[in-house]
Structures are given as structure tokens and as C-alpha cells.
């Protein structure tokens, strides 16, 4: 069923608005300083299954909660010394942390996809702490476009992917980071790195002191979202790695491959990071293969070319 999407700015009336929204068990996308979110009570199991309607993403794979700060953060996950430290360091900020669930938690099951671990992350972005705030509650936002297609990095990727699935959009502009958030989840004791992200993982080890492992991969049932093997996808054939475009494709460029657009013409890797879901848009929309310049696989290079090679994958 298509519903009129409002589309907002950050004054106050606005995001009480939204607020609003989201007690009437509604739908709202957010921005975050990652990329904007697609936010429902996290409480309400009705709602947060019309997040899944709306993207049409499975239900296997869990959600984000977002918090304002680490105090609500402890009311829905079980935080030990090594998750604390991380928390303290790097929220609010780009990180999520994936934690034991409190069994009084109160968050709808959904959310969790029915695993005993929650996935919790207190964002940075003012007019992001100003919903939570005004809301008085605990969201479940995945990224606000359909699922396995381009990230959103401005209202109008939400408008073009999700108009008429939601009440409201709160337009704040760009997303500052431009990619989705690091995941750190503790399998078997041990911190990994579940997803590259907004963080460089290089500075999530030196808090912990050690080095982060890879993921225990279930395909089947992800422990973290952006785990799939195929996601963040144009409809368009992606081709990585490409020093020049091949007939008829659209080149994305870095650093001294120039393309038809470039993520970084100096090769800074924050910028790249920021371009990327936008430059995927525009190229998509030039209805043509895309092809991407190398991009070095340290910092938020990683996390980078993590969604890189997910959007080339086979689907």
C-alpha cells in the first residue's frame, strides 16, 4: 500500500514530527552520519516487520538498534569490558557493536532475526540524536533503500527508492562518512571484524590491543547485517580493478585513473568513502556497465572495497 512520504528538514517542528511517526508505529528515514537509515520502533514488532516489507530484505538478517548513548545502549545488551572500551572510545560514532541481548531487553524479535546476540550502534549525526531524543525510545534502522541495491547517501536516494513505503524523510543532506558503519561482534571469545565500515579496523585493534579475526560465516544466517555475499548492488554489471573504461562502460575513477567521475582525484581514501554510494547512483543511472578504478585495501579503503566487491557479485 503506497503512502504519501513527507519530506522534512531538521527544525525542530520537524523532527517532532517525525518522533510522532515513529510512536505511531510508523516509518521514518533518518540521517546518519554513515548513510540514512530506515527507522521504526525497535519495540514494535509490527513495525519493524513493515521495515522488511518496505525494503524487501529476508528476514534472516538482522537489524541495527540505535541508541543516544551507551547508558540506553546497556538496557538491550550485555557490554563486557572489551565492548565498553570500544564504546567509549569510538561512540557516538561510526561503529556497531554486536552483543549478548538482554533477555529484558524489550525489543521485538525481528530485530534480531532470532539470534540471542543484538546488534547496537549510538550515532553520531546531530539531527539522528534529535529524532532518538524527541522519540524517547530505541530505533531498528537498516540502510533506507531496497534491499541489496545502492546505499543512500542524501534524501533523494531514499525518495528514489522508497517513496510511498514511508511516512516521512528527514533531508539533513549528505552523509558525512558515506558508508555504512564497522561491525564487531565477539565469536568464540574472540573480536572480528563482521563488517569494514566508517571505522578503519586498524584503529579498532589498537583499542583492543589485539588484532581482529574474520568472521565465523554462516551464509545462511548472518550474525551482522552487510554480511551477504551480494549486496549493495546496481542493476548495472560492475567491473572492479579497471585502469580504463572499456566500449560503453561508465568509468568510476580514483587517484590518477580519472574516469567519468572520480570517488578521490588525490586518492583520499575519506573522501572516496563519502563519494561512493553516490557515484554508484549516478553511474546507474547512466544506464551503462560501471567500471572502478583500483582502490587501495587499507583504512576505509577496506571498507570500500567491501561493498565494492559485494556489488560486483553474482545476483
Known amino acids: 500500500m ?16 517525525a518522533a510522532m511517526m515513529l510512536a505511531k508505529g510508523r516509518l521514518v528515514a533518518m540521517p546518519t552520519e554513515t548513510v540514512y537509515g530506515l527507522a521504526a520502533d525497535a519495540r ?14 529476508p528476514s534472516f ?9 551507551l547508558a540506553t545502549a546497556e538496557t538491550i545488551g550485555i557490554f563486557d569490558a572489551s565492548a565498553r ?5 569510538f561512540w557516538p560514532g561510526a561503529l556497531t557493536l554486536v552483543v549478548p541481548l538482554r533477555h529484558d531487553a524489550g525489543i521485538a524479535s525481528l530485530v534480531t532475526a532470532g539470534l540471542d546476540t543484538v546488534a547496537i550502534r549510538v550515532p553520531a549525526h ?28 542524501s534524501a533523494s536516494h531514499v525518495m528514489a527508492g522508497l517513496a510511498g513505503k514511508l511516512a516521512a524523510v528527514l533531508d539533513a543532506g549528505p552523509s558525512p562518512v558515506g558508508v555504512e558503519s564497522t561491525i564487531i561482534g565477539w565469536q568464540q571469545g574472540t573480536p572480528r571484524l563482521l563488517r569494514p565500515g566508517g571505522i578503519p579496523a586498524e584503529a579498532i585493534a589498537d583499542c583492543l590491543g589485539q588484532p581482529l579475526a574474520a568472521p565465523i560465516a ?3 544466517r548472518p550474525a551482522a547485517p552487510g554480511m551477504l555475499s551480494s549486496h549493495y548492488a546496481p542493476g548495472a ?3 572492479l580493478n579497471a585502469d580504463h573504461a572499456k566500449a560503453g562502460e561508465f568509468l568510476i575513477g580514483f587517484g590518477p585513473v580519472a574516469g567519468d567521475i572520480s570517488l578521490s582525484p588525490t586518492g583520499d581514501l575519506v573522501e572516496a568513502a563519502a563519494r561512493l554510494f553516490d557515484a554508484l547512483h549516478r553511474a546507474d543511472a547512466a544506464g551503462r556497465p560501471i567500471a572502478i578504478a583500483p582502490i587501495p585495501d587499507h583504512g576505509m579503503g577496506r571498507a570500500i572495497n567491501d561493498r565494492l566487491r559485494r556489488a560486483a557479485a553474482p545476483r
Do not use: C, M, W
Open 2 to 17: 503506497s503512502e504519501q512520504t513527507r519530506l522534512l528538514t531538521p527544525e525542530a517542528e520537524h523532527v517532532a514530527y
Open 44 to 57: 514494535n514488532a509490527q513495525a519493524v516487520a513493515g521495515i522488511y516489507a518496505a525494503k524487501g530484505r
Open 61 to 69: 538478517n538482522p537489524l541495527i538498534v540505535h541508541a543516544p548513548d
Open 85 to 89: 572500551r570500544l564504546a567509549d572510545a
Open 126 to 153: 546531530p539531527v539522528a540524536q534529535d529524532l532518538l531524543h524527541a522519540f524517547g525510545g530505541v530505533v531498528a534502522a537498516p540502510s533506507a533503500n531496497p534491499s541489496g541495491r545502492i546505499s543512500p547517501t
Open 218 to 220: 554462516d551464509p545462511d
Open 237 to 239: 554489471p560492475v567491473r
